[in-house]
């Protein structure tokens, strides 16, 4: 075969042989190829920072960057982007472009959150008939500044103190009515009122719409314009809330990146500072919750005078010289003393200390799993520590009470140890230590560490609301897992929960939405004596991932006495074996309880 010396590239020949000899048209970034090269960062194009989302689409584009978190984004009324800018919206939200967007509500995590405070409805007289809004939020944590992501109609709270005039309908006379104005297209629900009717003009009986309604607690109000509602002499306020339009993004995730953001812009603990005198108090008030492990108190102040402080908890929202303190210590210059509440005549336990107070007093309050709790005093070099057995006793917040003691420069600080968890936990009595709740087995396997654990005996949906009132202005979980409903009351049919479990269910899903958080929902065994098929074919259909409470024990039905053995002698919670068969539906249904994240 003949050798091939020459090559004809557009028209020009070239030797072979002569490797000196490349076209010098031909380039790399504009670098000539007829001699080694080297090639330069700036020669190749790169992400400088490799972690930022792509944007796709130019709708609003300042608003599609990664967000300052200490900004705010509002979005007022409803909007319309097509899908592909609420993908990308939801993965890009820029709190850069501070102030109101008015387009590109669908852009943001979430748009709905029930009114609070300035947002609510405005009091109005309408034909003589008297409404107001309620003065506190209905929850919310003010991450945005105290400015909402959306403003709807969505909640009211009428104070019957303020009596409007009777006006008669054509079928019951003599009752005063109060008029809400209605979107005319949502189901409202309310509590507290006896006969509910709709118009379309603001006085009763001008161009009615639908009938009266007696002792209901729901209505469509498809093509009203004002929902009427009376009261009983022995209600003190009527609670109207439009449901069915709050959750249209609920299968929203938070990127990583966000809840990070949301989370660092969180405090970690709460103090309060001041100086003790005799009847004096510190007191954290407005931060209501029910952990059952993982949270510190402490204490400190200079001593003019000692003589005793009382350190404990309140359910009341005030605090005086009368309120009960639950779970009192009692520490005086020979002893701590313990006591269910200030109001018992004997102690549970009472420890001799061995410490002379002077100059200073410290005081550490830790909650610890399997239901103890370790106390530390501390003054002038010398300590005392006693771990003991520990529930607290209600939802509640902490105080500090002097009787008979001076201190100045005073400090107390409250510490949610488990807020970072990423699970969240909300029960009642079936959440406790012993082998006859399934939460001791979580805490024999190790797996309680990996949750903020929230209950206590007898709470209802109510109060573990208020709970995550408190705690979600610390931390941001990845899920919530809600097993609340037992203490919430019978279910109105097999079909219809009761109203108090759906009023805090949708305020729960408004507060993981408004935060990216996932609910993890769990059915509620029907016991003989209460009914919860209504709950639990609601969770089952919701779409929400949930525990199968119910199945795991045998009562789906109504009435239910369980699978045998399963059940207490009370007929309302677990026995020893029930108990270990909720703990394992628990992780076959949520494993994620067995990861430490």
Partial sequence: MAEIRKIQIDGTDYDVRDTSKVPTTRTINNKQLNANITLDANDIPYDDDPEAETVVGSVGSALFQRPQYNQVVRVDGEQSLADAQKATGRDNIDAASVGEVSDLKSALPNTYVALAGENQVTPQNIAGVEFTKTETPVYGDNIFSESYLGETDYYTSINTNVTPPIITHSTVTGYRWYAIPVDGESTYQFTGARFACLGKGNTIGSEAVGTLLANTTEIDTTGASYLFLTYTS??????????????EYSNFIMPTWMRKGLEDAKPKYISTTGSLSDGTFLALMGYKQNLRKGERYVFSG?????SVIKFGFIYA???????EILNEFTIDGTYITYKNDSTSSSY?????????????????????????AKITLI????????????VKQSISQVVVLSVGSTLTNCKLTWT???????????????????SARWTYYMQQYGYAENVLLDGWPGEGSVNARNSLMTLIQFGTPKYIVWCMGMNDGSDTDANTPSSNWTIRRDEMLAICNENGITPIFATIPNVPSILHTGKNAW???SGYRYID????????SAGSTWYSGMLSSDNIHPSESGAKALFARALVDFPELMLNE
């Fill in 549 to 556: 409470f119910a199945a795991a024990v045998g009562a789906e």
């Fill in 416 to 434: 949610p140890i488990d807020i970072d968890k990423t699970i969240w936990m909300f029960g009642d009595s079936y959440f406790a230590y012993s």
């Fill in 317 to 323: 929202n005030a605090f005086s010289a009368s309120t």
């Fill in 379 to 390: 003054s002038s070099g010398m300590m005392f520590s006693q771990t003991l057995p520990f």
């Fill in 302 to 306: 200079n001593i003019t005078t000692m």
């Fill in 234 to 247: 022995s209600t003190t306020s009527i609670e109207v809330r439009r449901v069915g339009i709050a959750y």
């Fill in 348 to 372: 549970i336990n009472r420890y001799e200390h061995g410490i002379t107070f002077s100059n200073n007093l410290q005081f550490i309050f830790e909650y610890l799993p399997e239901g103890n």
């Fill in 539 to 541: 969770i089952k259909a």
